[in-house]
């Protein structure tokens, strides 16, 4: 597990950004985390007290490279819908190589996400940014969303211990998030699953999550969405 400090300043509270893995004492993770060792193991979202599983995707440090060496505008973007049940179909839609390595060791994650959700297709969304599109704690109103990080900080996340969910929406991250919080962040070609609100019972328990800050000498953030509205 990497950690480090973190001041905060936005928020005024002294964060510490980790990611939730190996050599880590179950005791202290948080409880609504489920960290997988297999992709199979992220349809154990579906227990209503998990709202985020975590799978570490072995990429092959060739690729990483590749990916942390290219030119930001070489980075490729784009929008695809496949049917859930053919996303191997993916590969014939990118030319790029590393885009389609990357997408050929994600095939098995994607698989079970599609096992997660009840639609026919995915929307898959290959996207880089500079900004922080959602700097607010929030929940997402959908099922499950799948997110993967290849370049740039990820996600950032909450243990549900430490969020006030009565502030969520009300523009106050101070609000919403406890004093002495620990807010997490997947680490980069971690595959995660985030549970939204309009899973049954899910009211009230989505994941409280957030778009990552882009500092200048992250330069930019390249990652993977897909829905299955
Ligand atoms: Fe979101």
């Given at each position: 597990?990497?950690?480090?400090?973190?001041?905060?300043?936005?928020?005024?509270?002294?964060?510490?950004?980790?990611?939730?893995?190996?050599?880590?004492?179950n005791n202290v993770l948080p409880t609504n985390l489920l960290l997988a060792d297999s992709p199979?193991?992220?349809?154990?979202?579906?227990?209503?007290?998990?709202?985020?599983?975590?799978?570490?995707?072995?990429?092959?440090?060739?690729?990483?490279?590749?990916?942390?060496?290219?030119?930001?505008?070489?980075?490729?973007?784009?929008?695809?819908?496949?049917?859930?049940?053919?996303?191997?179909?993916?590969?014939?839609?990118?030319?790029?190589?590393?885009?389609?390595?990357?997408?050929?060791?994600?095939?098995?994650?994607?698989?079970?996400?599609?096992?997660?959700?009840?639609?026919?297709?995915?929307?898959?969304?290959?996207?880089?940014?500079?900004?922080?599109?959602?700097?607010?704690?929030?929940?997402?109103?959908?099922?499950?969303?799948?997110?993967?990080?290849?370049?740039?900080?990820?996600?950032?996340?909450?243990?549900?211990?430490?969020?006030?969910?009565?502030?969520?929406?009300?523009?106050?991250?101070?609000?919403?998030?406890?004093?002495?919080?620990?807010?997490?962040?997947?680490?980069?070609?971690?595959?995660?699953?985030?549970?939204?609100?309009?899973?049954?019972?899910?009211?009230?328990?989505?994941?409280?999550?957030?778009?990552?800050?882009?500092?200048?000498?992250?330069?930019?953030?390249?990652?993977?969405?897909?829905?299955?509205?």
């Open positions: 597990m990497h950690s480090e400090q973190h001041q905060d300043v936005y928020e005024s509270v002294t964060a510490i950004l980790c990611d939730a893995r190996g050599g880590v004492d199979d193991e992220l349809l154990a979202l579906r227990a209503p007290d998990k709202n985020i599983s975590i799978f570490s995707w072995a990429a092959p440090t060739e690729l990483r490279e590749a990916v942390a060496s290219r030119m930001p505008a070489d980075l490729i973007t784009g929008r695809w819908r496949v049917p859930k049940h053919a996303s191997e179909t993916l590969l014939e839609l990118v030319d790029d190589q590393v885009t389609r390595s990357i997408m050929a060791g994600l095939l098995p994650a994607i698989a079970a996400y599609s096992q997660l959700v009840h639609g026919t297709h995915l929307e898959v969304s290959l996207e880089h940014t500079r900004e922080q599109p959602c700097p607010l704690f929030h929940v997402d109103r959908l099922s499950y969303r799948l997110l993967c990080t290849f370049r740039g900080p990820g996600t950032q996340w909450l243990d549900d211990r430490f969020v006030h969910r009565r502030f969520l929406g009300k523009g106050s991250n101070q609000r919403i998030v406890r004093y002495g919080a620990n807010i997490y962040e997947v680490d980069r070609f971690d595959v995660c699953v985030l549970k939204g609100e309009s899973v049954p019972g899910g009211y009230r328990r989505g994941i409280v999550h957030r778009s990552p800050p882009v500092s200048p000498c992250d330069g930019t953030r390249w990652y993977l969405r897909i829905d299955c509205p």
